[in-house]
């Protein structure tokens, strides 16, 4: 059974600071991870996919991939109270897998 | 262009019962994936399909199935609907499989 963990939270920030999100996979044989955003009452919308080891950053996102510890992390520089919400990271069920397995989340609050 | 659309957006059925969700993928995208959300358990992998084929089912049981049209767009059915179905259903739809999934806003069932 692959396994995606991620710290409930909630994670409580200031406004303006910079918010880490975890998230450790039981497969090492992953090649592709995803960061989804799910506000209250909405569904999930995609913000960052990373595939190789390092950094990767878009705008104020930075996505963070160790597969040696086969771990991923999201950071949220500068975060704003419309980041408030609960952030899922997802990872293919196997190698070549179409099925995501999404961790339970993580729900940020940035208070102003 | 138009996102993922899902219909209907609210259904309440009663035990017993059988319902079909319907989902539209965006214009071009030939895998689709389900995925049932519950407080308790979080995101859960339903099914996907891509060229009328399911490529890969989660575990659930048998009652729940789906299915793949020429044009991409997917129906899941559920028969004999069980007090624990009531959730949100989301359909996702993605070019290949690989590249992460854009989801609809999704069918909240409420099975009375």
């Known amino acids: 059974q692959k396994e995606v963990e991620q710290n409930s939270g909630p994670l409580s920030v200031p406004e303006g600071a910079i918010a880490s999100l975890n998230c450790t996979y039981s497969?090492?044989?992953?090649?592709?991870f995803f960061w989804y955003r799910q506000y209250s009452g909405k569904s999930p919308e995609l913000i960052m996919s990373i595939y190789s080891n390092g950094d990767k950053e878009d705008g104020r996102f930075t996505a963070q991939l160790n597969k040696a510890s086969q771990y991923v992390s999201l950071l949220i520089r500068d975060s704003q109270p419309s980041d408030s919400a609960t952030y899922l990271c997802?990872?293919?069920?196997?190698?070549?897998?179409?099925?995501?397995?999404f961790g339970k989340g993580t729900k940020l609050s940035v208070i102003p | 262009k138009a996102g993922v659309t899902q219909t209907p957006r609210y259904l309440i059925k009663t035990r017993g019962q059988q319902v079909t969700l319907s989902c539209s993928p965006i214009?071009?995208?030939?895998?689709v994936s389900w995925y049932q959300q519950t407080p308790g358990q979080g995101l859960q992998f339903l099914f996907e399909y891509f060229s009328e084929t399911q490529r890969n089912k989660g575990n659930f049981p048998g009652r729940f199935s789906g299915r793949q049209f020429s044009n991409s767009r997917s129906e899941m059915n559920v028969s004999t609907l069980e007090l624990g179905d009531s959730a949100l259903y989301l359909c996702?739809?993605?070019?290949?499989?690989?590249?992460?999934?854009?989801f609809g806003s999704g069918t909240r069932l409420t099975v009375v």
């Open positions: 497969d090492r044989g992953s090649q592709s």
């Open positions: 996702a739809s993605s070019l290949q499989g690989a590249d992460g999934y854009t």
């Open positions: 997802a990872v293919p069920s196997g190698a070549g897998s179409y099925q995501l397995t």
């Open positions: 214009s071009g995208h030939r895998s």
